[in-house]
């Protein structure tokens, strides 16, 4: 469930900011022989965005799956090259810690969005690895350490963005006080986090915000916007995304 949750909201981002319509979307994945289990919730996450129209609209999912022995780096950048070759927008992998970071370094390289989701040696998928920092510290890896929550993912982000000041949309039936962690642990690294509640009627929310303001306020709301977290449906922040690059 873990990895179905991360994997639609990793997609969401990729089809949202990378896909152009009528366009495949082509997703690699690498697993450990003996993580079996991964390889079946892969696919029944991938199986589950196809079929859901809130998410995509003309694109549609491919993806290419590669099993490697455990504690194998040098095997699994061998693969993950083979990947490339083909054309692959992201790669999903749940490996030990040793092929994790070798992955990580290829795909920082390469600017490859890559969800990894992290095991040990004997393949439970509980250890937690520490990966290499990168280049200039646009790192292209979501390490998730199931069970993963939403707070975490967050932060995650945020920090690994080195964003000081953003935005979190939420929707009006989202429970806010489900945050509350999330903005605690922000408050305390000194970030500036302002919630706004989005309405349904999604143009309208810009409709009124872009009559009401200066024109200097609104190039700086605009700036703003490309720091932002959509608590939103998919449909919602599908519209959302769709009127802030108007």
């Known amino acids: 469930m873990e990895m179905l949750t991360l994997l639609f909201h990793s997609l969401w981002i990729l089809q949202?900011?990378?896909?152009?319509?009528?366009?495949?979307?082509?997703?690699?994945?690498?697993?450990?022989e003996n993580a079996v289990r991964?390889?079946?919730?892969?696919?029944?996450?991938?199986?589950?965005?196809?079929?859901?129209d809130d998410v995509l609209q003309s694109e549609k999912i491919t993806h290419s799956i590669k099993l490697i022995e455990p504690n194998n780096p040098f095997q699994a950048v061998q693969e993950a090259c083979e990947l490339m070759n083909q054309g692959i927008l992201a790669l999903v992998?749940?490996?030990g810690c040793a092929s994790a970071s070798a992955l990580q370094s290829l795909t920082d390289a390469m600017h490859i969005p890559h969800l990894y989701i992290q095991r040990n040696s004997e393949g439970s998928p509980r250890t937690a690895c520490q990966l290499n920092p990168s280049p200039g510290g646009q790192r292209y890896t979501l390490a998730a350490r199931p069970p993963v929550r939403l707070n975490d993912v967050m932060?995650?982000?945020?920090?690994?963005?080195?964003?000081?000041k953003f935005i979190v949309f939420y929707d009006i039936e989202y429970d806010i006080r489900g945050l509350q962690g999330f903005l605690d642990q922000t408050s305390?690294?000194?970030?500036?986090?302002?919630?706004?509640?989005v309405d349904r009627n999604i143009s309208k929310v810009f409709t009124n915000l872009f009559t009401t303001m200066r024109t200097e306020e609104l190039n700086r709301y605009r700036d703003t916007l490309r720091r932002a977290i959509l608590l939103l449906s998919p449909h919602g922040a599908h519209s959302f995304i769709q009127q802030g690059k108007k």
Not at 19 to 27: E, K, L, R, T, Y
Not at 155 to 164: K, P
Not at 188 to 197: C, E, Y
């Open 38 to 52: 991964d390889d079946e919730v892969f696919q029944l996450a991938v199986s589950d965005l196809s079929l859901s």
């Open 93 to 95: 992998t749940s490996t």
């Open 16 to 32: 949202c900011n990378t896909v152009s319509a009528d366009s495949i979307i082509h997703i690699g994945a690498i697993f450990e």
């Open 155 to 164: 932060l995650t982000l945020v920090e690994e963005l080195r964003w000081q």
């Open 188 to 197: 305390r690294q000194g970030v500036d986090v302002a919630l706004q509640r």
